[in-house]
């Protein structure tokens, strides 16, 4: 099968796309033929030795941990799922042809392959951080970096939750971030004012790693209301860095949930053929997505 690879640390040119042994489902385990796999900031991190301290690999190593697909091998102590249902969920290598998951949910009715590999990874992140800021109905919550896909999802997970948010992004992105129930307004020199303006803040999250921490501790006024996904020295201000991922099967659950009452919708900016993974990756690493991006296999 193909599969995207890479056998030393470095940039996105460290990429290969290789012949490899197909994977098979152990115990608890599916296989799925990939049709989608999901693009997140972390898959770059990790290819970049960014995440050896808190995620170790050895190389050389697969990419890529979100994917959408047809099951076609089901592993031992399996129940309710069958060859050929479609589902997404997560696992390790999913940019290849074939990959195993190790937590899914069957694919809702209307969804695409395309759409649905972009939610896992995603919606975990969201709902965590949303849980460890500790913000509460009612309250306002502020995101930094709030048009990409962690920021699509907190935005509507916390407007079915009753929380206002408060979101930051570029001009090109500000109806959009409207349309998600946000109130908006733009980065750059005098956010911070700007975001004042608008009233209190009582929890923020930064997503996009622009060095804002400070004045996120600042609108808060504590820094422990205030976690990054994005910046490592988050730590040194006394804010909280939340990389540790948690239960990835209630993130799913959850995400069938939202989708299925009309209330979750994640764009795909941008699909790449598996070949062009490294060029996904760039795409990435530069930021300012509306929504997701995903690799087609």
Same mark, same amino acid.
């Given at each position: 099968?193909?599969?995207?690879?890479?056998?030393?640390?470095?940039?996105?040119?460290?990429?290969?796309?290789?012949?490899?042994?197909?994977?098979?489902?152990?115990?608890?385990?599916?296989?799925?033929?990939?049709?989608?796999?999901?693009?997140?900031?972390?898959?770059?991190?990790?290819?970049?030795?960014?995440?050896?301290?808190?995620?170790?690999?050895?190389?050389?190593?697969?990419?890529?941990?979100?994917?959408?697909?047809?099951?076609?091998?089901? /592993? =031992?102590? %399996? $129940?309710?799922?069958?060859?050929?249902?479609? +589902?997404?969920?997560?696992?390790?290598? @999913?940019?290849? #042809?074939?990959?195993?998951?190790?937590?899914?949910?069957?694919?809702?009715?209307?969804?695409?392959?395309?759409?649905?590999?972009?939610?896992?990874?995603?919606?975990?992140?969201?709902?965590?951080?949303?849980?460890?800021?500790?913000?509460?109905?009612?309250?306002?919550?502020?995101?930094?970096?709030?048009?990409?896909?962690?920021?699509?999802?907190?935005?509507?997970?916390?407007?079915?939750?009753?929380?206002?948010?408060?979101?930051?992004a570029g001009?090109?992105?500000?109806?959009?971030?409207?349309?998600?129930?946000?109130?908006?307004?733009?980065?750059?020199?005098?956010?911070?004012?700007?975001?004042?303006?608008?009233?209190?803040?009582?929890a923020a999250?930064?997503?996009?790693?622009?060095?804002?921490? /400070? =004045?996120? %501790? $600042?609108l808060t006024?504590?820094?422990?209301? +205030?976690?990054?996904?994005?910046?490592? @020295?988050?730590? #040194?201000?006394?804010?909280?860095?939340?990389?540790?991922?948690?239960?990835?099967?209630?993130?799913?659950?959850?995400?069938?949930?939202?989708?299925?009452?009309?209330?979750?919708?994640?764009?795909?900016?941008?699909?790449?053929?598996?070949?062009?993974?490294?060029?996904?990756?760039?795409?990435?690493?530069?930021?300012?997505?509306?929504?997701?991006?995903?690799?087609?296999?």
């Amino acid at each position: 099968m193909k599969k995207m690879s890479f056998a030393e640390f470095g940039g996105p040119e460290v990429l290969r796309l290789i012949d490899a042994e197909e994977p098979h489902a152990g115990p608890g385990q599916i296989r799925v033929a990939v049709r989608a796999a999901g693009v997140n900031p972390v898959d770059w991190r990790i290819r970049a030795g960014q995440m050896q301290q808190m995620l170790p690999i050895v190389l050389p190593a697969g990419v890529g941990q979100d994917a959408a697909g047809v099951v076609d091998e089901v /592993g =031992e102590g %399996i $129940e309710g799922i069958e060859v050929g249902d479609p +589902v997404f969920g997560a696992g390790v290598d @999913t940019y290849a #042809e074939f990959a195993v998951l190790t937590a899914w949910a069957r694919l809702p009715e209307g969804a695409t392959f395309e759409e649905a590999a972009g939610y896992p990874s995603v919606m975990e992140t969201a709902l965590r951080i949303i849980r460890e800021v500790g913000v509460q109905p009612g309250e306002r919550l502020l995101v930094s970096g709030a048009s990409g896909g962690v920021g699509s999802a907190v935005l509507q997970v916390a407007r079915d939750r009753g929380i206002v948010v408060i979101g930051t992004a570029g001009a090109e992105n500000q109806e959009y971030l409207h349309s998600l129930g946000a109130v908006a307004t733009t980065y750059g020199e005098g956010w911070a004012e700007r975001v004042r303006a608008l009233g209190p803040v009582d929890a923020a999250l930064d997503l996009a790693g622009a060095g804002v921490i /400070g =004045e996120l %501790i $600042e609108l808060t006024g504590d820094p422990r209301k +205030v976690i990054s996904i994005a910046d490592l @020295t988050a730590p #040194e201000l006394g804010a909280r860095f939340s990389g540790v991922a948690g239960s990835m099967p209630d993130a799913l659950a959850e995400t069938v949930r939202l989708m299925s009452r009309g209330k979750l919708h994640i764009p795909v900016a941008k699909s790449y053929a598996l070949v062009d993974a490294t060029l996904a990756h760039i795409d990435s690493q530069a930021g300012h997505t509306r929504g997701r991006r995903v690799v087609l296999i």
